[in-house]
């Protein structure tokens, strides 16, 4: 026990390391913090000799990292874009009608080499075959498709 008293510092930084590596196993950033406070605790073995002093610097600065760093790396880290899945991921995309949407009668589209049935709420007139539809929405397995504009170059 004595060479522990005398090797404090090298001891905190031991079990920093120690929690340091046991993170890479976990990810879930909570060791890593702890890892700071243990950091912190070698930091303040080098100061004084107390050891309470080094464990309540220890346990303070692992809860403050815990409190305030954490939440937001964790937020970072894991988050990431939406994605869209399935039929969702058809939402934007452009199609080509292969058989006519008339105003109260559904037709077809062909999206992305897939045939849908296809009808375009609020378009006044029909949609003839060949011409360029987006798709606004999926419900079913129907696509609510409206006519795509050309723009004057």
Known sequence: ???????????????AIVLGVAEMLSMDLFLLM????????????????????QVLA?????????????????KRLHGGPELALGPASLVGAQAVVTETIALHSPGRVKIGGESWLAVSPGAESGIEAGRTVEVIEIVGATAHVRPVYDTPS
Request: no cysteine; hydrophobic share 60%.
């Open 58 to 74: 220890a346990a303070g600065v692992s809860l403050l990292l815990l409190a305030s760093v954490r939440p937001p790396l964790v």
């Open 1 to 15: 026990m004595d060479w522990l008293g005398d090797h404090l510092w090298e001891t905190w930084l031991g079990v």
């Open 34 to 53: 702890l890892a700071g406070g243990a950091l912190a605790g070698m930091g303040t073995a080098l100061v004084t000799d107390s050891v309470v002093v």
